[in-house]
């Protein structure tokens, strides 16, 4: 290969700036840098570019006054350079971790995160960077607010881009976010407080289980041998995942320093790793194993996706056991079901031979939770984990009656639930409401008779009601499916059909606000809760009973009105 | 979710009129989709409501742009919801007529709205809040006198909260300990630097007076629903009024009325240095602080307006002399 082939890229680039230089000239400039100058190309090009201009008598201005000082304002970090200092750009910060670090032999408490630019458009429209905060703006940089960053500058490693905030950077808070994270302290604090945040923490707890584990390494190259288990405390538990072996045994009461919290989907978990200090601690007022492990029984209302090592018991509905091939050509039985307790329902999925009847009470421990579909299913992989109990727990539940009600905003601020009751005014009637047509090949909403995925289609028609409903503090939008639309506008979708093309959509709209909107009803269904917010899929809804006599009475007997 | 990283929907705060066309404190966000919301003396951070009542007033005004609906909603308090639909809402437009043909046929009806909270300043610094509407229907009263219990009790658990934090400190922690909710902490803090001292007791009117019509459900709904008599009614009428005022202990005015609410209103236009016209709530400001009622008031712009046709409305809001 030529040099000229070789550095064709660079040679282009230079040829921009410098249209007289001879190409071959250009190229052995590059082998010079590289080989004599250990310069790579790339890093080399500005210099070449300099050194042709200057041979030429061409005005070097432009080049030589790299930008130092001046102040670049920009909105997106993709108009962002890598030497690029003095930036001004407004960003949505989402995690803030602070930590301790030696900077040049001093122990300084910094920060690091991830913020997004484009920080008033929606999610999907940002870029997200990782960030440094040197300067202690904790107090400004507090996760999920909007801040105006100014005089910070761009730090490139690795070919990847990040942001230092400096200390003589200027932090701007345009719109409030959460809570600060609090400065690192030495005190412990309890597992509730810190299931709350991510970031380094203290703790005083029980180990209450423990075992090894393997992780295979994601690039192939081997296994890693790490330890799990669960620490407690009285005010609750939390799964940990140790990259160091533990010394200790289940039952020890250890004080644990400089772990880290970090989510696991929904879930906190303490992650353990060699700069991390575990000593046994002694105290004999601490809650006991026993103590411990019987307040760290779950209920179905309590599970969130990523949830390890649940005890738990539950009532089968249904079951069912399916065969399947895998990817390796393994004929497969996996059996599942619903059950429920008390607080609610859920699926179970068992990679185990297992074949309760419905009716049966199952105790499960060690079981885990598994998103499917929006909502925290449990699955356990070991016939061990489960026993048949011959004694009920509980008065056998009807699951035809099974919906454990809920006020509205104990469910949109809680995780997403099966078999849930709750009420709202209808506060919104969507202008998608009404007949649609779906993909045939996925089920997915046509747009002009499109599907992202597979193109023009003849859709498939159905039904479908979109409302917001609201109770003054919360509110959620509700998605009601053919069955439960049909049954609240008692018509079948052939008679809305019918109804639309007699009049409009526009007038099938308008009859449903007169019919719905300010209306209170019961919705009986699940909720699907993530990042983005609650949404509730109805299985039915009707119309609030209550009526407005008991519900003044209910009123005045609450707030002590007199008439 | 504690790590929600969008704004999410404004919930629909349920309040009476009294309450909403009483503050005078906005609270604007910074940002393109930031919301704002008007902040009660009660601490309701409004940016969206929900409200009812009869329909007071509707009218169509044609513009550059398309056409534009303005009108009022009055409610249990007797105070008026103002809204407006806005020209480039022309999904609301249809619904917007078939309304106005009804309203101008003569029929009053109850009507239940969504809106978003907007507001004007005048140029001597007075606030007018009034609502963009989102969403309307016509209802029975049974659904209108269900909002006026959900009202009620949302107008109680904010009478509740702005008791308890009377002797707290005005700021988050304080309040939460004193048990104000931690969904009206924010607007609480911002009320209680903004507005002076007043007697919540006139926000418990409406709410016994909700109340009551829950109970008796054929009772007293027939008064709010007579609002064109009243402004029909001769002036002697009207100068009774004060009495009423002080039946509904109306802001708390304990002023003796000075001389007659026509002059006080004529002289305030009158004398009016906006070229536009007097500000409605400027005129109503001149009259409370004149020793009338709001709603006295309110009734005397109209009558003056309409019946003895002394003054116009050129400009939704504003007022001149008619000469």
């Known amino acids: 290969m030529t040099d000229y082939e070789k550095y064709a890229a660079q040679v282009a680039l230079v040829k921009e700036e410098c249209k007289d230089a001879d190409e071959n000239d250009v190229a052995e400039e590059f082998r010079r840098y590289e080989e004599e100058f250990l310069i790579e190309p790339n890093d080399a090009v500005r210099s070449v570019i300099l050194k042709f201009m200057k041979a030429s008598g061409q005005e070097v201005k432009s080049i030589s006054s790299t930008p130092t000082r001046v102040e670049k304002k920009v909105d997106r970090f993709a108009d962002l350079g890598s030497e690029d200092k003095n930036v001004t750009i407004e960003v949505a910060v989402v995690t803030y971790v602070p930590r301790i670090q030696m900077v040049r032999g001093e122990e300084k408490q910094i920060a690091f995160g991830w913020i997004e630019d484009n920080p008033w458009e929606s999610n999907d429209k940002r870029e997200r960077w990782d960030f440094k905060d040197w300067g202690s703006h904790s107090e400004n940089l507090a996760p999920n607010s909007v801040v105006r960053l100014e005089g910070v500058s761009v730090n490139e490693w690795n070919d990847k881009r990040s942001i230092n905030i400096n200390r003589g ?6 719109r409030e976010g959460g809570p600060a994270v609090p400065a690192l302290s030495d005190e412990p604090v309890t597992i509730e407080k810190a299931s709350e945040k991510e970031g380094y923490v203290n703790l005083l707890a029980r180990i209450i289980s423990l075992k090894p584990d393997v992780i295979v390494k994601k690039d192939g190259s081997g296994t890693l041998d790490i330890f799990r288990g669960t620490f407690a405390d009285s005010s609750g538990k939390i799964s940990f995942l140790s990259w160091v072996p533990i010394d200790h045994e289940v039952g020890d009461l250890v004080k644990v320093e400089g772990a880290m919290i970090r989510k696991f989907r929904e879930t906190p978990e303490v992650n353990i790793n060699d700069r991390a200090k575990l000593e046994k601690f002694h105290d004999n007022n601490f809650a006991s194993t026993e103590e411990l492990s019987q307040a760290t029984t779950s209920k179905i209302g309590e599970l969130r996706n990523g949830m390890k090592d649940i005890i738990t018991t539950v009532q089968v509905e249904s079951w069912q056991s399916r065969t399947f091939t895998n990817s390796d050509g393994e004929e497969k039985i996996v059996r599942s079901g619903d059950v429920m307790d008390p607080t609610g329902r859920c699926r179970l999925t068992a990679w185990c031979e297992i074949d309760p009847k419905p009716g049966d009470f199952l105790h499960l421990s060690g079981a885990r939770v598994q998103f499917w579909q929006g909502s925290p299913d449990l699955v356990v ?65 046509l747009r002009e008779s499109t599907c992202v995925d597979h193109g023009v289609q003849q859709g498939v028609e159905d039904l479908r009601l979109k409302f917001v409903i609201d109770n003054g503090v919360h509110n959620a939008p509700i998605i009601l499916a053919k069955e439960p639309s049909e049954k609240l506008l008692s018509m079948s979708q052939e008679m809305v059909k019918e109804k639309i093309s007699k009049s409009s959509h526009e007038d099938f709209l308008a009859e449903i606000r007169n019919n719905y909107l300010a209306r209170k009803v019961m919705i009986n269904g699940r909720s699907l809760v993530d990042v983005q917010g609650a949404m509730i899929l109805a299985e039915e809804v009707t119309f609030d009973t209550t009526s407005n006599e008991d519900a003044a009475n209910l009123v005045m007997q609450e707030w002590g009105v007199l008439l | 979710m504690i790590n929600q990283t969008r704004v999410g929907r404004q919930s629909a705060i349920r309040i009476f009129a009294h309450e909403y066309s009483d503050a005078n404190l906005p609270l604007e966000g910074v940002g393109e989709y930031a919301p704002s919301f008007i902040i009660t003396k009660l601490g309701a951070k409004v940016n969206r409501a929900l409200f009812g009542g009869v329909i007071d007033r509707f009218e169509r005004r044609d513009g550059d742009n398309g056409p534009s609906y303005s009108g009022q909603l009055r409610d249990a308090t007797g105070g008026t919801h103002r809204f407006q639909i806005a020209p480039f809402q022309p999904e609301l437009h249809a619904d917007a007529e078939e309304l106005l043909a009804r309203f101008e046929s003569g029929d009053r009806f109850l009507m239940m709205m969504v809106g978003r909270a907007r507001w004007f300043e005048s140029d001597d610094g007075g606030l007018f809040t009034s609502f963009r ?20 009790e949302a107008t109680l658990r904010r009478l509740s909260a702005y008791s308890a934090s009377l ?16 969904d009206l902490i924010e607007g609480m803090i911002l009320a209680k630097d903004h507005y002076g001292d007043f007697d919540p007791e006139s926000y418990r009117v409406g709410v016994l007076q909700g109340l009551s019509m829950a109970l008796n459900s054929n009772g007293t709904i027939e008064s709010i629903m007579a609002p064109p008599e009243q402004i029909s009614q001769p002036e002697g009428e009207l100068d009774i009024s004060p009495s009423i005022e002080a039946e509904n202990g109306s802001n708390g005015s304990k002023l003796e009325p000075q001389g007659n609410v026509d002059d006080v209103i004529l002289s305030a236009v009158r004398n009016s240095s906006n070229i536009d016209g007097m500000p409605y709530d400027s005129i109503v400001l001149a009259c409370i602080e004149a020793g009338f009622s709001r709603e006295l008031s309110e009734d005397a712009i109209e009558d003056l307006r309409d019946i003895k046709c002394q003054i116009i409305e050129p400009r939704f809001g504003f007022f001149q002399i008619l000469d």
Do not use: M
């Open chain 1, 381 to 445: 992989d070991n016939s061990d984990q489960v026993s048949n109990l011959t004694d009920a727990p509980w008065e056998a539940i009807d699951p035809e009656q099974h919906w454990v009600e809920l006020e509205l905003s104990d469910l949109v601020t809680s995780g997403s639930r099966r078999g849930i009751k709750t009420r709202g005014t209808i506060v919104a009637i969507r202008s998608d409401s009404g007949i649609i047509h779906r993909c045939p090949e996925c089920r997915r909403i």
């Open chain 2, 167 to 182: 002797g707290s400190d005005n700021n988050s922690e304080a309040l939460a300990s004193a048990g104000v909710p931690s």
């Open chain 2, 133 to 152: 509407a989102e969403e309307f229907c016509i209802v029975e009263r049974e659904v209108y006198v269900n909002w006026l219990v959900e009202t009620s």
């Open chain 1, 169 to 174: 950077s200027r932090v701007t808070i345009l």
